[in-house]
T-cell receptor
Framework: EDQVTQSPEALRLQEGESSSLNCSYT??????LFWYRQDPGKGPEFLFT???AGEEKEKERLKATLTKKESFLHITAPKPEDSATYLC????????????FGRGTSLIVHP | NAGVTQTPKFQVLKTGQSMTLQCAQD?????MYWYRQDPGMGLRLIYY???????DKGEVPNGYNVSRLNKREFSLRLESAAPSQTSVYFC???????????????FGAGSRLTVL
């Protein structure tokens, strides 16, 4: 069975304290891996798509990387406004487009 | 550009009551989805519509029905609400095709449903 596991479930950082979020997956053929950000009371918003091992994407303080088994979302010198839940989703090759979501990592950045 | 609009934002029902959650998108997207989000469970797919005129079950379809009214609108109906259906419901849409944005889901703001 295809699975997506995110860790840690929750992460508290001080402003400026860099860290990484992990998304590990066991799927039979990866079409794409997606990162979304979700603020409290809102719907998820798209951040990145990664398609192949070795690929990296960056946006401000965030950088997403992909290997054959996992993806990392690196947060460099975070600010309080980076506090949110970060969701990972994978799409397998073939069939209908139905991404499978992980349970998310709740990030709180303290000033 | 409104994106994906869900109504209502909040609803309280009694067990056994019925209701319909409405979703509309103005991005000319082909595919639409209904998810539910529960604490500790992540997003789970209820139903999806790959294109106008088609609907398919997702991971947790029991107790729900859907209607793809036209290309813009995709509604979710609870015929006889149960406390287990207390959740936050998200509608999403996706542009299909070969463009770089074709695999990205655009979500609505959510509908918070409580069943007493």
């Amino acid at each position: 069975e295809d699975q997506v596991t995110q860790s840690p479930e929750a992460l508290r950082l001080q402003e400026g304290e860099s860290s990484s979020l992990n998304c590990s997956y066991t799927v039979s053929g990866l079409r794409g891996l997606f990162w979304y950000r979700q603020d409290p009371g809102k719907g998820p918003e798209f951040l990145f798509t990664l398609y192949s091992a070795g690929e990296e994407k960056e946006k401000e303080r965030l950088k997403a990387t992909l290997t054959k088994k996992e993806s990392f979302l690196h947060i460099t010198a975070p600010k309080p406004e980076d506090s949110a839940t970060y969701l990972c989703a994978v799409q397998i090759s073939g069939g209908s487009y139905i991404p499978t979501f992980g349970r998310g990592t709740s990030l709180i950045v303290h000033p | 550009n409104a994106g994906v609009t869900q109504t209502p934002k909040f609803q309280v029902l009694k067990t056994g009551q019925s209701m319909t959650l409405q979703c509309a998108q103005d991005m000319n997207h082909n595919s639409m989805y209904w998810y539910r989000q529960d604490p500790g469970m992540g997003l789970r797919l209820i139903y999806y519509s790959a294109s106008e005129g088609t609907t398919d079950k997702g991971e947790v379809p029991n107790g729900y029905n859907v209607s793809r009214l036209n290309k813009r609108e995709f509604s979710l109906r609870l015929e006889s609400a149960a406390p287990s259906q207390t959740s936050v419901y998200f509608c999403a849409s996706r542009l299909t095709g070969a463009s770089s944005g074709a695999n990205v889901l655009t979500f609505g703001a959510g509908s918070r449903l409580t069943v007493l």
